[in-house]
C-alpha cells in the first residue's frame, strides 16, 4: 500500500468513535452479518422442499439441483476475493455483491408466486418453464452475492479496530462467529413454519412466497444496515491480488521447469525452485508452504459429501417420519435445527473440557488426528441414517412395481359381498368395508365375480404401475374403478377423498366441486392435526371432524342417513397408514455429524491457519472453501448416476467411501511434518541479506507490479 494511503488509513482510524472500547461501525456489521445469514439459511431451509413439492422434481433431481446451488456458493469466494483484493476493495464489494445477493432473493421469492387456475386447482404451478427459470436465476444471483460477500465481510469487520483493541478484535471475531449460527438456528425455526402456513386464492397451499419472501426482506434490511454506517467505517484500498501473485510464480515454476526438461540441467530439491530465476525466495517459501497444506486438503471433499445432505437427503427422510412431540409439532425441515444448537453446545465442551482431559491423560491428539477422526464420527452418522431408513422402509406400503397392478375393493351396498377374484381366496368383505388389503396382479385384464342376485361378472382393465380402488355403490351393478396415489403424501399431509353415498348432490368444505351421488371426490390434502370438513346438501349440513397424523391416505365413506346421525356413520377406510417412526430417531445421526463439523471442521481451519504464513490466509481460505464445493459436486454426481434402488444402500456407500478416504488421509497425516511459517520466514530473510541478486529479483518484481497496476487502471477504464 502507498505511504500516503497509509497514513490517510491511519488518521481514519484515529477518528473511529468508540462505545465501550468497541468501534461503533462494527455493530452494523454485526447486524448485517446476522440478518445475511438469516436470509440464506432461511432459503436454503425450505429450498429441496420447494424443488420436490413446487417444481414437482424428483429426490434425485432435487438433491442434484440443491448441491449444484451449495457448490457454486462456495466456489464464489474466490471471485469475490479476487475482486476486493485487487480492485474494488472490501467495502465496494460487499455493497455491490450484496445488491446482487438482494436481487436474487426477490427473485427467487417472486419465482413462487403463481395463479391457480381452474384447470390446476392443485396448486401445482401454472407455467412450470417460467418458474424454473426464475428459481435458477435467482439460484445464481443469491449465489455470486453470498459467495462474493463471504471472504470480505470478517476481513472488514477486522480492519475496523486499531492495534490497541486486539482483545476487542478477539471478542469480536467470536461474536461474529455466533451471529452466524444464530442466524442460522432462528432463520432454520421460522422459515419451514412460514412455509407450513396455507396462502392462496382459490385453495389454500403451502406457502413458499412467505417462506421467501421474509430471508428476501432480511437481505434487504442486511443492505441497508450496513449502507447506514458507511460514514464510520475504516475503508482500507485494495492491497494487491496475493492469489494471482501465487498463480503466477506457480506457472512460471511449472513453465520454467518443462522448457528445462533436459537431463544437461542440475535437479532442484523442490519443483517450485524453478521460479527462483525470476520470483524472492521468501514468496517460493510461502507458496511451498501452502502447497503442502492444500496437499493434505486433497481427500478432505468427501466429509462435505456427506456433511451437506443434512439439508436434502436427510430433510427429505423426515418428509416419511412423524414429527408429534406432543408439547409441539416439528416440520421436516426444522430437523436442520439440531445442527446449529448442537454446535453452540458441543465447541465449548471440545474446547474446555474433552480436548484438555485428551490432554492431560497424555495422549496425543494432533489436529490432523482431531480431523481423522472428525471423519470417521461423520461416516458413523450415515450408518446411523441408513439403520433410521431401514426402520422407515418397513413401515412403507408394498407399492407396485410397473409391470404390477394393485386393487382394493370398496362395499358401499346394504349387504355383504362375496367377491371371486382370480388366483385369490374369495373375498368376503361387509356393508361399508373394504377389503383388507390392496391385491397385487401381474394381469392387467381380470374378472371379478359378485354373490349379488343376479350374479355379476365384472371385466375389469388395470393400470400397470398404479392402484385402484373398485367402488361399489348402493347399486352394484354401477360399480367403478377409481385411481389412488401410489406414493406418501407430499410434505409429509395426509390424503383423504370422499365418497358420496347420500342420495342428492353434497358440498364438503376444502374439496374442490360438490359430490354427485355414488360419485368419488379427488384426493385432497391435509396438514397434521385436527381437520373439520363441513357437509350439506344445501339444506341440512353436519361437521365431520378427525385428527391427522403424518403421511397418510383414507377414504371416508358417506351412508344415506348421513344427516340423521350428525356425520356421526361416516366409515373410514385406512388407504395408507400413517409415518410411524419419530423424527427423534434422527438426533443420533445430527449428533455424530455435528461432532464430526467440530473436530473436523473447527480443527482443520485451526491446523491450516497454523501451518501458513500470515499473507497466504486468503489462499488457504479460497482452497478450503474449494473442498467443499467440490464435496457437494460429488453428491450431484452420485445422485444422477448412483441411481441405487434402496436409500439406505446409498448411505452405506457414502458412509463406506468415506472410511476409505478417512484411513488415506491418516496416512498422509502421519508423514506430514509440523511446521512455524514465522521462523521459516525470519530464516529466509536472514539468508537473502548475503544474497547478490536480491537486488536484481527486486527490481525485477516491482517491474511486474508495475505491470498490474497498470493493467488495473485500464480494465477500471
Known sequence: MPDSKMDETKKKKKKTAECCGYPISIFFIVVNEFCERFSYYGMRAVLVLYFRYFLLWDDDLATSIYHAFVALCYLTPILGAIIADSWLGKFKTIIYLSIVYAVGQVVMAVSTIHDITDANRDGTPDNFTLHIALSMLGLVLIALGTGGIKPCVAAFGGDQFQEHQSRQLNTFFSVFYLCINAGSLLSTLITPVLRAQECGIHTQQQCYPLAFGVPAALMVV???????????YTKTAPEGNIMGSVCKCIWFALN????????????R??????AEEKYDKLLIAQIKMVLKVLFLYIPLPMFWTLFDQKGSRWTLQATTMTGDFGGFVLQPDQMQTVNPILILTLVPIMDRIIFPLIKKCGLNFSPLKRMTVGMLF???AFIAAALVQMEIDKTLPNFPSSSESQLKVVNMHSESLIVTVPSQEPLLIGSFESSPDYITFDQQDIRLAFNTTPEINKDLSL???SRQTLIIPSEPAEMYLKEDIKSKPKEGKNAVRFVNGWTAYLNITNLESSLQPSETSNYTLVSQGMRKFTLTDGIQSCEFSRKFGFGSSYTFLIPSDLFSTDCESIKEIEDMQPNSVHMALQIPQYFLITTGEVMFSVTGLQFSYSQAPKN?????QAGWLCTNAVGNIIVLIVAELGKLPKQWAEYVLFASLLVAVSIIFSIMAYFYTYIDPAEIEAEILKQQETDPDKKKKKETLEMEEKENEQEIKQTKI
Open 222 to 232: 442486511s443492505l441497508v444496515v450496513f449502507i447506514a454506517g458507511s460514514g464510520m
Open 256 to 267: 520454467n521447469r518443462f522448457r528445462h526438461r533436459s537431463d544437461i540441467y542440475p535437479k
Open 269 to 274: 530439491e523442490h519443483w517450485m525452485d524453478w
Open 378 to 380: 461423520a461416516a458413523t
Open 463 to 465: 393400470i400397470k404401475g
Open 616 to 620: 497466504m490466509k486468503s489462499v488457504l
